[in-house]
């Protein structure tokens, strides 16, 4: 089962506009982690946020997480036509693996 | 060493037919997990090891799977008899235990296998 949902599932943008997207989460966990796949290929960690921390930045990414509402959003600023991908938040319950949302399938038009 | 590496790419394989896949995971990474993805759907579980412990199975991972770790190093997930429904990537991550629960995995490319 899939303890994630990544919304929208599909993103159209310009090069150079931001592009968001949110996960929602069932149960509490020890973190959420953000994924990025390009297509045939495994997947690229990105960046980990703890469940004690509400922000995180990494180059152009901003992970925020709201555990009251059991949900996260990664923003990535200025996007560029290489961050066409799809990408999955992940969570982390204590045990010991991570559980994979749908996914998020993200186009950046040059 | 310079990341996880899976072996085959790619599998083409008649139904009924067995099929093996290889990981082997960075050096220092003592977790070792499978993964299976279907298209247009995220990665679901499978097993993971901790060295050559295999420590949890989803129910996913039918009695026609198995997969093993012999020396805590490379990791083998077999599938008998394939079904078509087996078709998917079969995706291999591993991480350091002692760095858990806050660090992400280090993922290889897959194994995409097309039971035909």
């Known amino acids: 089962s899939q303890q994630g949902e990544e919304d929208p599932q599909a993103l159209s943008i310009q090069e150079g506009e931001n592009a968001t997207m949110n996960c929602s989460y069932k149960t509490s966990i020890n973190n959420l982690q953000w994924y990025r796949q390009n297509s045939g290929r495994g997947l690229v960690h990105l960046i980990l946020i703890r469940s004690n921390e509400r922000e995180k930045h990494s180059g152009r990414l901003r992970v925020t997480l709201d555990t009251s509402k059991k949900s996260s959003s990664l923003l990535i600023t200025a996007s560029r036509a290489a961050d066409t991908a799809s990408y999955f938040c992940a969570t982390d319950r204590g045990y010991q693996k991570v559980t994979f949302g749908i996914g998020t399938k993200l186009q950046v038009i040059p | 060493d310079t990341g996880v590496s899976q072996n085959p790419r790619h599998k083409i394989t008649k139904r009924g037919q067995n099929v093996t896949f290889r990981c082997d995971p960075i050096?220092?990474?003592?977790?070792l997990y499978w993964y299976r993805q279907t298209l247009g759907q995220g990665p679901e579980f499978l097993t993971y090891f901790q060295n050559e412990a295999q420590l949890e199975k989803s129910r996913l991972l039918s009695d026609r799977f198995s997969a093993e770790r012999p020396k805590g190093s490379f990791s083998t997930l077999e599938i008998q008899r394939t079904e078509q429904g087996d078709s998917a990537m079969y995706l291999c991550?591993?991480?350091?235990?002692?760095?858990?629960?806050?660090?992400?995995?280090?993922f290889g490319s897959g194994t995409r296998l097309t039971v035909v």
């Open positions: 050096s220092e990474h003592n977790r």
């Open positions: 991550a591993s991480s350091p235990a002692d760095r858990l629960p806050n660090y992400g995995y280090t």
